[in-house]
């Protein structure tokens, strides 16, 4: 009589690697989108829709080994450890701060900070963590945001701070220089 002991590969286990969502910091742009404000990923077009949690999909292509000139989709689930895909988060709002402050290399666009929930498959790195899924948990809109300033910019503000409020989580408008401590 042989017994057969199948060992399941670790990286398809359909446990969750943490139980509770981990807690991270990160920035998004604030964009137009069906003539709506809404959150956009600060690195990519992705847009983060109120009320549904984003999950991650690999967008890294790479050239098929038996057809060179055609480009294929990753056949892994995102985040895979041997990739960069997932959906980010960093451990301090003083990482996420440089995040906020630097000068945008593609989009000239309006950002804001905040705390994010990160869940299902999550790959932990020395800045912070990928997540398979994530949804904002609480969001900040810097006073300071633009060179802008007076009624109309205090105005602008408002308005975005309106729009976010479809997310259904805290919305506060604070001072650029709060952001370490928020």
Same mark, same amino acid.
């Given at each position: 009589?042989?017994?057969?002991?199948?060992?399941?590969?670790?990286?398809?286990?359909?446990?969750?690697?943490?139980?509770?969502?981990?807690? &991270?910091?990160?920035?998004?742009?604030?964009?137009?989108?069906?003539?709506?404000?809404?959150?956009?990923?600060?690195?990519?077009?992705?847009?983060?829709?109120?009320?549904?949690?984003?999950?991650a999909i690999c967008a890294t292509r790479q050239r098929? *080994?038996?057809?060179?000139? *055609?480009?294929?989709?990753?056949?892994?689930?995102?985040?895979?450890?041997?990739?960069?895909?997932?959906?980010?988060?960093?451990?301090?709002?003083?990482?996420?701060?440089?995040?906020?402050?630097? *000068?945008?290399?593609?989009?000239?666009?309006?950002?804001?900070?905040?705390?994010?929930?990160?869940?299902?498959?999550?790959?932990?790195?020395?800045?912070?963590?990928? &997540?398979?899924?994530?949804?904002?948990?609480?969001?900040?809109?810097?006073?300071?945001?633009?060179?802008?300033?007076?009624?109309?910019?205090?105005?602008?503000?408002?308005?975005?701070?309106?729009?976010?409020?479809?997310?259904?989580?805290p919305v506060e408008v604070l001072a650029i220089g709060?952001?370490?401590?928020?």
């Amino acid at each position: 009589m042989t017994s057969r002991l199948e060992l399941s590969d670790p990286r398809r286990s359909t446990v969750p690697d943490f139980i509770d969502p981990m807690e &991270a910091w990160r920035v998004w742009r604030v964009c137009m989108h069906d003539f709506r404000i809404v959150l956009q990923s600060l690195n990519a077009d992705t847009v983060w829709e109120p009320g549904i949690p984003l999950s991650a999909i690999c967008a890294t292509r790479q050239r098929s *080994r038996r057809r060179p000139w *055609r480009v294929e989709a990753p056949g892994h689930a995102s985040p895979e450890l041997e990739c960069t895909c997932g959906i980010y988060g960093v451990r301090s709002a003083a990482l996420a701060r440089w995040y906020l402050e630097r *000068r945008p290399l593609f989009y000239n666009a309006e950002r804001v900070v905040g705390r994010v929930a990160l869940w299902g498959e999550v790959v932990e790195s020395e800045s912070g963590w990928r &997540a398979e899924r994530a949804y904002p948990i609480e969001l900040f809109v810097p006073e300071a945001t633009t060179l802008r300033g007076g009624p109309r910019h205090r105005a602008y503000v408002d308005e975005i701070v309106l729009a976010l409020s479809a997310y259904r989580v805290p919305v506060e408008v604070l001072a650029i220089g709060d952001v370490a401590v928020a």
